[in-house]
C-alpha cells in the first residue's frame, strides 16, 4: 500500500516568506508527527497528532511554526516569516493506533527547505 | 528530560564483519523503548528493531540485535555479516512508555561506511 507522501520534496524560499509542508499519512494511522532534521544532525520532534486528542506541540521551537491535522489525515506544517535557521529537512511520520511497542513510526521522505 | 548520546559520528566496516554502534540514554521512567532507525542517503528513515524496558531477552531481527544493558542504560546495535547496503547513518531513539505520549527522542546518529 501507500507509505507516508509529503510536499514538496524540496522548497526554496526567501527569508521573511511563508511556507506551508505538507503531509499525507497511512490510511488508517491515527497517530501522525512531524521531526526537522538539520544537516548532518539527529532529528528533532516538532509536534504530535493522536486522534482527536489536542495536538503534543512541545517542540515547536518558536510561534512562528503552527500545525493542523483536517478530519485525522492530513497535515499541514507552516512556518511564518521563515528564518535561515529554519533550512532542515522536515519529515513527517505517521503510525497506527498501538503503543509504540507494536506499532513503529513510519516516515515520508522528507521536505527539504531552503531558507535564502 | 530524555537524552540519546551516540558517540561514534562515523565507523568503516569490513564487509562480511560485524560492527556495534554505541547508544546510551537517560531517562527516569520506568518503563521505555528503544528504537533503531536506518537512514540511507536517500533519506528516508527504515525501522530496525525495537527493544522495551521490561523485555527479558535481547532483541533480535535478522542480522539486526540489541545489546541492552539496563543497568548502564546502553542499547547497543550490532549488525553482523555487513553488506554494502548497511552504510547509512543510523539512529537510535528512545520512547518515554507513556500511553498519552508516542513521540521520539533522537541520538545524533553514527554514519557506516561498508568497504568492499
Known amino acids: 500500500g501507500a507509505g507516508v507522501s509529503q510536499s514538496p520534496s524540496n522548497k526554496v524560499t526567501e527569508k521573511g516568506k511563508d511556507v506551508e509542508l505538507r503531509c499525507d499519512p497511512i490510511s488508517g494511522h491515527t497517530a501522525l508527527y512531524w521531526y526537522r532534521q538539520s544537516l548532518g544532525q539527529g532529528l528533532e520532534f516538532l509536534i504530535y497528532f493522536q486522534g482527536n486528542s489536542a495536538p503534543d506541540k512541545s517542540g515547536l521551537p518558536s510561534d512562528r511554526f503552527s500545525a493542523e491535522r483536517t478530519g485525522g489525515s492530513v497535515s499541514t506544517l507552516t512556518i511564518q516569516r521563515t528564518q535561515q535557521e529554519d533550512s532542515a529537512v522536515y519529515l513527517c511520520?505517521?503510525?497506527?493506533?498501538?503503543?509504540?511497542?507494536?506499532?513503529?513510526?513510519?516516515f515520508g521522505p522528507g521536505t527539504r527547505l531552503t531558507v535564502l | 528530560a530524555q537524552k540519546i548520546t551516540q558517540t561514534q559520528p562515523g565507523m568503516f566496516v569490513q564487509e562480511k564483519e560485524a560492527v556495534t554502534l554505541d547508544c546510551t540514554y537517560d531517562?527516569?521512567?520506568?518503563?521505555?523503548?528503544l528504537f533503531w532507525y536506518k537512514q540511507p542517503s536517500s533519506g528516508e528513515m527504515i525501522f530496525l528493531i525495537y527493544q522495551g524496558s521490561y523485555d527479558q531477552q535481547n532483541a533480535t531481527e535478522g542480522r539486526y540485535s540489541l545489546n541492552f544493558q539496563k543497568a548502564r542504560k546502553s542499547a547497543n546495535l550490532v549488525i553482523s555479516a555487513s553488506q554494502l547496503g548497511d552504510s547509512a547513518m543510523y539512529f537510535c531513539a528512545l520512547w518515554k512508555g507513556r500511553s498519552n505520549d508516542y513521540k521520539l527522542s533522537f541520538g545524533a546518529g553514527t554514519t557506516v561506511t561498508v568497504r568492499a
Open positions: 511520520a505517521s503510525s497506527p493506533p498501538g503503543l509504540p511497542s507494536t506499532d513503529t513510526q513510519y
Open positions: 531517562t527516569s521512567d520506568p518503563s521505555y523503548g
